[in-house]
């Protein structure tokens, strides 16, 4: 069954490092999320992403943030330069069809800032 | 008043009972509702999604929406210790992004 697939599974940086959190979507798929839960809260929407452009980002994803396609089936999230509060878990999600009612969620990304 | 409402739980039941998740919500722009498992420390599984109000049943899952009180409810038939894990509602309006409920922690017993 295809899958979403995000590495690392855990990554640990000191504050001010950047981080790059890598996904692989479905292969079919065209639109592309990512998501974050800080522990003991709700999952949080940050940003989506379709035909090489955010098409909606929220208030959370700020300058720090930005999303890349580098190729064809990689999606990247970069956070500039982590800020204690930036540990959480991360999320990449992919969808079919526009608007993510069926999106589909890797396992996720355990990022802790030291 | 928060966007999506959900009771964290924990809720435990014994195996075989039926199971009820329940969200309410105040945006009615929301269309689309969705449910999640989400097993610990793992990502959020797409278990079911509706559009408007109504019944949808999947198995022993049914998804039910009543518009005009803003809830949404999961059912869970014949529950499972397998079905134990973290029941996440999200919704959806016009735009891409899902709003999700803080989630119902659910034990089912042996």
């Known amino acids: 069954e295809p899958e979403v697939t995000q590495t690392p599974s855990h990554q640990v940086t000191q504050m001010g490092q950047e981080v790059i959190l890598r996904c692989v979507p479905i292969?079919?798929?065209?639109?592309f999320y990512w998501y974050r839960q800080i522990l003991g809260q709700k999952v949080e929407f940050l940003v989506s992403?379709?035909?090489?452009?955010?098409?909606?980002k929220s208030e959370i994803f700020d300058d720090q943030f930005s999303v890349e396609r580098p190729d064809g089936s990689n999606f990247t999230l970069k956070i500039r330069s982590t800020k204690l509060e930036d540990s959480a878990m991360y999320f990449c999600?992919?969808?079919?069809?526009?608007?993510?009612?069926?999106?589909?969620f890797g396992q996720g990304t355990r990022l802790t800032v030291v | 008043q928060k966007e999506v409402e959900q009771d964290p739980g924990p809720l435990s039941v014994p195996e075989g009972a039926i199971v009820s998740l329940n969200c309410t919500y105040s945006?009615?722009?929301?269309?689309?509702f969705m449910w999640y498992r989400q097993y610990s420390r793992k990502g959020p599984e797409l278990l079911m999604y509706?559009?408007?109000?109504g019944n949808k049943e999947d198995g022993r899952f049914t998804a039910q929406v009543d518009k005009s009180s803003k809830y949404i409810s999961l059912f869970i038939r014949d529950s499972q210790p397998s079905d134990s894990a973290t029941y996440l509602c999200?919704?959806?309006?016009?735009?891409?992004?899902?709003?999700f409920g803080t989630g119902t922690q659910l034990k089912v017993e042996l």
């Open positions: 999600a992919s969808s079919v069809g526009q608007g993510g009612t069926e999106a589909f």
């Open positions: 292969s079919n798929h065209l639109y």
């Open positions: 992403f379709y035909n090489n452009e955010i098409s909606e």
């Open positions: 945006n009615s722009a929301f269309q689309y």
């Open positions: 509706t559009y408007s109000s």
């Open positions: 999200a919704l959806k309006g016009g735009g891409n992004k899902l709003t």
